[in-house]
């Protein structure tokens, strides 16, 4: 449960509840949770209905309950980077999905997000990564939040890859599912628009180590990309990767960047490369 409370100021005055609660960003769905709890809405201390008026010196308390169902509860050795009453920031290591499946229950980060919070609430990430990539995975602690900050993360991806790279660019190809395969994707014409941006951090013969931001959310962007590029993901194997000097794909989300969902706070969350990244990026001195 969350609960927020509003001191009303004059650009406020006269204003419904249900007109001050979108304008913050509630949704037209939460609002109308909000409605059928008796203590959803308050207005200086007494239950208020979402078309009462506010005025100047008023005290709004909202109560926003927990819903969704709860996954199981697993402990597991996860580092937190970052929590508050409204989100929280895991460094998920690889080889651990985000969400559970039918082949993956018990051992994801819901399951040590629901054995962590310990309270009755859904997992509600607001990205997700894929198993073996490494990186920040934020998690929205109730539905206001989640509602808020979907789609409005910018997140900085770190890659390893195969060949030398120089410059920035950006790379605009669509990707399509895999007629053979119900994982792997494809550069093709009759697939969805990716857009990839790059920028080249270092590189040798060998290998560079490249940033990567996302102007839309494809399944593997980055990966299928890179692989139609020519310079495949090290420890790609899905793409061409070669796995000489790691076994899964060096990619790492380091940097998030957004507006805390309440207190419009900007804000910045690092998470450095795992210990097998930086071992590749010191073996191949990028």
Known sequence: MRELEFFITEKDNGKPIRDFLKGFGFSSSLITGLKQNENGIKKNGKFAKAIEVLNTG????????????????????IEILYEDEDIIVFNKPYGIPVHESRNHQGDTLSNFFAYHINEDTAFRAVFRLDRDTSGAVLVAKNELAASKLAGKIKKDYYAIIQGKMSGN?????????????IIKRKVSNDGERAITQYFTISSTEKASLIKFNLLTGRTHQIRVH????????????LYSGSTEYISRQALHCRDIYFLHPITNEKMHIFCDYSEDIKEVIKCLHL
């Open 226 to 237: 890179m692989e139609h590029a020519g310079h495949p993901l090290l420890g790609d194997e």
């Open 58 to 77: 008023d005290i709004l308390s909202i109560r926003i309950e927990n819903k969704g169902k709860k996954p199981t509860p697993v402990k597991m050795d």
């Open 169 to 181: 660019g950006e790379i605009d190809e669509p990707i399509a599912r895999c007629s053979d395969s």
